[in-house]
């Protein structure tokens, strides 16, 4: 796993999502370190605390249709780190967050550029991120 081999110090994974049976598995073996939490889904209002407490989303994907999870953080300022497979064009155009290839080498090239990157080109990305998302959509 990118995040072991990296060991980024300053930096927490929070893995939110449901789990299947084979994850689950996986989750007791490989998560059980003090920089990843991992707590299921979210749902409801409490997905937005999340959202607020976050420094970055990240949705490695293998194929979405512009995410709903991806539209609630850039409408809450969060830098997002994506897969060009999440669909999420008009925010890769204007350069509004982080697009790598999904699979292994694709989430390391992102976590490397996340912990590397200024706090300066973060708040820019993730400002471009929300400009988009109250522009084109709001309701």
């Known amino acids: 796993m990118a995040w072991k081999r990296l ?15 084979d994850l689950s598995a996986l ?4 998560y059980k370190e003090d920089s990843i939490n991992v ?12 959202l607020h407490d976050a420094d970055a989303f990240i949705l490695p994907s293998y194929g979405e249709g512009l995410p709903t999870s ?5 409408n809450n300022s969060k830098l997002i780190l994506c897969s ?19 699979g292994y080498s694709g989430v390391e090239a992102a976590l490397i ?3 590397s990157s200024s706090d300066q080109d973060r708040a820019e990305r993730s400002s ?3 400009q988009l998302a109250c522009r084109l959509y709001s309701w």
């Open 84 to 102: 060009h497979e999440c669909n999420f064009n008009s925010l890769e155009e204007i350069g509004g967050g982080y697009f790598f290839s999904c």
């Open 113 to 115: 550029w996340l912990f």
């Open 70 to 74: 991806l539209l609630e953080a850039a």
């Open 128 to 130: 471009l991120a929300y």
């Open 39 to 50: 707590i299921g889904p979210i749902y409801g209002e409490n997905r937005f605390k999340f």
């Open 7 to 21: 060991n980024p110090k300053s930096w927490t994974l929070t893995i939110v999502g449901p789990w299947d049976e």
């Open 27 to 30: 989750k007791d073996r490989v």
